[in-house]
């Protein structure tokens, strides 16, 4: 059962294009990590499942309805990139505020155990830290006991251990039959929590298959040298000049250099460094070329 869908979804904003013809289904039962660079258009993507905007073109369903009925967001737990915490109320009158809205909400002091927010019940939320603040928003999106749950970068900001005790949550939420789609900048997260992964790129899925299946496009090298003149080279993902140097992506950089010396070129100044998630994807899509990475995307 699909829980959440974009067909074909394009957003514009003014001269931006955000998303660009996005096909996405969540199934009941899978953890789905979104993963891509700043301006990927991960928040655009989630906005537009959970109803907090309108596609320009295409289709976008929540639990088979229009993501904008209130109807169809009753089952739907969320926590934007961004919340607003009213700062006068304290952590236990916002939870009391949301749970007022469900049937059958965790238990207060349920809840803020869970997430650790335990001692800050009586404190008023501008006095909280910005991860504690973070928890709190990430907490209220479980609170009424949604069967899918959207969280948008829910770890920004936070401490290794506050990070630790989330991941737990969404593990056991999920090992209880949930749902999840979170958006990350950090494939580490990604990884330790979901087991299909979506890779946005300018606006574009890159990528959707199995952490193993992406991790291996994350795994590009970069090979830089400076040298006249290259042959063809087989596994080049990406080929850049800048600085009188040419900078070569793949994803085997022993065989690269070894290629480059059975063809006898005449380099030098060989690099050979990894390469981050963010300089990956921006260099994979740097040329618009979707044929660089075919064999991940299904
Ligand atoms: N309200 C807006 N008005 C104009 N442009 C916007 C707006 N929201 C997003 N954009 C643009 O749309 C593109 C996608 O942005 P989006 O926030 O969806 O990306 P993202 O992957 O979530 O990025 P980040 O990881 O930095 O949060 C970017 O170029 C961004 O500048």
Not at 86 to 113: C, I, M, N, Q, W
Not at 149 to 155: A, F, I, Q
Not at 173 to 194: I, K, M
Not at 237 to 253: E, I, M, Q, S
């Amino acid at each position: 059962m699909i829980l959440a869908r974009a067909e074909q979804v394009t957003r514009r904003y003014g001269d931006v294009l955000a998303l660009d013809g996005v096909d996405l289904a969540v199934h009941a039962g899978e953890l789905v990590g979104l993963l891509g660079p700043n301006g990927a258009g991960k928040s655009t993507l989630v906005n537009l499942l959970v109803g907090l905007r309108r596609p320009t073109a295409g289709r976008v369903r929540l639990f088979d309805g229009d993501p904008r009925d209130p109807a169809s967001r009753r089952q739907l737990g969320v926590t934007p990139q961004e919340t607003g915490l009213p700062g006068t109320l304290r952590v236990g009158e916002v939870v009391d505020f949301v749970a007022a809205h469900y049937s059958d909400p965790v238990p207060k002091a349920e809840l803020l155990d869970r997430f650790g927010l335990t001692d800050q019940v009586r404190r008023q939320t501008g006095g909280l830290s910005g991860g504690q603040r973070r928890r709190l928003a990430v907490a209220l999106a479980f609170l009424g006991r949604p069967r899918l749950v959207v969280l948008d970068e829910p770890t920004t900001g936070l401490d290794v251990e506050a990070r630790h005790t989330l991941w737990e949550q969404i593990r056991t939420f999920h090992a209880e039959g949930g749902t999840v789609l979170l958006s990350s900048h950090y494939l580490e997260e990604v990884e330790a929590l979901a087991q299909r992964v979506v890779v946005l790129g300018r606006g574009r899925v890159l990528a959707d298959d199995t952490v193993g299946a992406v991790r291996d496009i994350v795994g590009v090298r970069r090979v830089s040298l400076v040298a006249d003149t290259l042959p063809p080279l087989p596994g080049v993902v990406n080929t850049a000049h800048a600085d009188g140097r040419t900078h070569l992506l793949t994803t085997d950089a022993d065989q690269l250099v070894r290629d480059l010396v059975a063809a006898g070129v005449a380099f030098r100044d060989l690099e050979v460094r990894p390469t981050s998630l963010e300089e990956a994807f921006l260099a994979i899509t740097a040329d618009d070329r979707p044929a660089a990475v075919p064999e991940v995307t299904r």
